[in-house]
């Protein structure tokens, strides 16, 4: 009887880590947060569509430092990074209002990593999975999109999903390789929702690229 070594492994593992804050404190800094990048972007000419704030790392703010500060904490211990010292990290507000809504991208060009917070939300889904109750309606779905693959192809019936969708909440931070395509589905709520990206570039170790060649 012929014997065959067989060998199945998964070839296009992608790392996602949330990170979940809460308590009093955080609650101020995500108020303080959606009243600067909500009102920062009524003093533009914007659309009555999407509103974007760019440069918020730019803001003299407690809560716009404390962000910073978890940010590259989290990234460093994404990476496995010993210091956080010397990331670059830029934020920019996005208001999203009624069926508004972000198209599939990536942030490859600008960035090592992509980082999403969100300060606005439902608070009752602190806690829940993820993915739970993505309806829209609280909160803006937000979408990680499979990179090997377009959505629209066929899926096989052993695959995993295409993409993963993630349900905010306020106080919840996402970070991902900036190459992982992601978007946000039409937001069906009637309040003004806040979605802060941060662009992270990495101080990369001197023997990294050597080792990688």
């Not at 070594?5 to 998964?10: A, D, P, S």
């Not at 914007?46 to 730019?58: F, I, P, Q």
């Not at 905010?168 to 709520?189: D, E, F, K, Q, T």
Request: net charge negative.
């Amino acid at each position: 009887m012929n014997t065959a070594h067989v060998v199945k492994e998964m070839l296009w593992p992608t790392p996602v880590m949330f990170t979940q804050f809460a308590g009093s404190d955080i609650d101020q800094h995500n108020r303080t947060l959606e009243a600067l990048v909500i009102s920062g972007c009524q003093a533009q000419e914007g659309s009555m569509h999407e509103l974007r704030l760019h440069e918020l790392h730019a803001n003299q703010s407690s809560s716009v430092e404390w962000l910073l500060r978890v940010i590259k904490e989290a990234c460093a211990h994404y990476c496995g990074f010993a210091s956080n010292e010397d990331m670059e990290v830029g934020l920019r507000g996005v208001v999203l209002k009624k069926f508004d809504h972000i198209n599939t991208h990536t942030e490859a060009r600008e960035s090592d990593l992509g980082i999403a917070y969100w300060p606005s939300g439902d608070p009752s889904q602190i806690g829940q999975p993820i993915n739970q109750n993505a309806d829209g309606f609280h909160a803006p779905v937000f979408t990680l999109e499979d990179p090997s693959r377009h959505l629209s192809e066929l899926r096989l019936p052993m695959e995993m999903r295409h993409s993963v969708d993630v349900c905010p909440r306020p106080g919840l931070l996402a970070i991902y390789p900036a190459h992982l395509p992601h978007n946000v589905h039409p937001y069906r709520g009637e309040n003004p929702f806040v979605h802060i990206v941060a662009q992270v570039r990495l101080p990369w170790p001197k023997d990294y690229f050597r080792g990688n060649l």
